[in-house]
């Protein structure tokens, strides 16, 4: 019989929130890169592309981020970045962008241009 090997696994009362934090907003940050489609060569035609999916995922992120900034120190910036970029190209990709404002996690982050 063969020993599975020893696994190093972390117990989640060690992990810092700050680290709990920045992995769910990693993951959703991904996720969102994904519905826009942004990992194909044609965003356009991207079979993960599904924009209202993103919708929901940016503004989870949106969300988040702005909960937990006071708590993320300088992971805030970069994180505050992505979540920028991918709410640029949720509007870029929209065939009908939001009015500003309106767009995907703007009620929490404000209008994104």
């Given at each position: 019989?063969?020993?599975?090997?020893?696994?190093?696994?972390?117990e989640?009362?060690?992990?810092?929130?700050v680290?709990?934090?920045?992995?769910?907003?990693?993951?959703?940050?991904?996720?969102?890169?994904?519905r826009?489609?942004?990992a194909?060569?044609?965003?356009?035609?991207?079979?993960?592309?599904?924009?209202?999916?993103?919708?929901?995922?940016?503004?989870?992120l949106?969300?988040?981020?702005?909960?937990?900034?006071?708590y993320?120190?300088?992971?805030?910036?970069?994180?505050?970045?992505?979540?920028?970029?991918?709410?640029?190209?949720?509007?870029?990709?929209?065939?009908?962008?939001?009015?500003?404002?309106?767009?995907?996690?703007?009620?929490?982050?404000?209008?994104?241009?």
């Open positions: 019989m063969t020993e599975l090997p020893e696994i190093d696994v972390r989640l009362a060690a992990v810092p929130s680290e709990i934090i920045s992995r769910a907003a990693v993951m959703l940050l991904s996720a969102a890169a994904e826009l489609g942004l194909d060569t044609e965003p356009e035609s991207s079979p993960h592309r599904d924009l209202d999916e993103a919708r929901r995922l940016i503004t989870a949106a969300g988040l981020i702005t909960a937990s900034a006071e993320l120190g300088p992971h805030a910036a970069p994180l505050r970045d992505g979540l920028q970029a991918v709410q640029r190209a949720f509007r870029e990709g929209s065939a009908v962008p939001d009015e500003p404002g309106q767009g995907p996690g703007e009620k929490y982050t404000g209008p994104v241009y």
